[in-house]
């Protein structure tokens, strides 16, 4: 069964950090493109970055680039999202989601992204 698994969300105080995690069963990270998204309440889902399996060439939303840091780990099946200098904007529910091509994935069109998983909330407040 083919299945995307978040984990490590929670609450840290503005300037924190946290690392999420997107266990993939099913099918090997190899051939596969792994993308973060974000949905703050009352607000579209947006990309946040995705990385490429094969090779780890990764690609950012400008609103993270420089604080956050995607990373995968093959032997794991496992794809890191590190975020550094959360701000409370960052509040959100963070899913991770899986593409097939690479220069269609740093566009962020769900359509192109499935499956995805099931989500893990992060909350950035003092």
């Known amino acids: 069964q083919v299945q995307l698994v978040e984990s490590g969300g929670g609450l840290v105080q503005p300037g924190g950090s946290l690392r999420l995690a997107c266990a993939a069963s099913?099918?090997?990270?190899?051939?596969?493109?792994i993308g973060w998204f974000r949905q703050a309440p009352g607000k579209e889902r947006e990309g946040v970055s995705c990385?490429?399996?094969?090779?780890?060439?990764?690609y950012y939303a400008d609103s993270v680039k420089g604080r956050f840091t995607i990373s995968r780990d093959n032997t794991k099946n496992t794809v890191y999202l590190q975020m550094n200098s959360l701000k409370p904007e960052d509040t959100a529910v963070y899913y991770c989601?899986?593409?097939?091509?690479?220069?269609?994935?740093?566009?962020?069109?769900?359509?192109?992204?499935?499956?995805w998983g099931q989500g893990t909330q992060v909350t950035v407040s003092s």
């Open positions: 989601a899986r593409a097939r091509i690479w220069g269609i994935a740093k566009m962020f069109d769900e359509d192109d992204f499935d499956p």
């Open positions: 099913g099918f090997a990270l190899d051939y596969y493109v």
């Open positions: 990385i490429r399996g094969a090779d780890g060439d990764t």
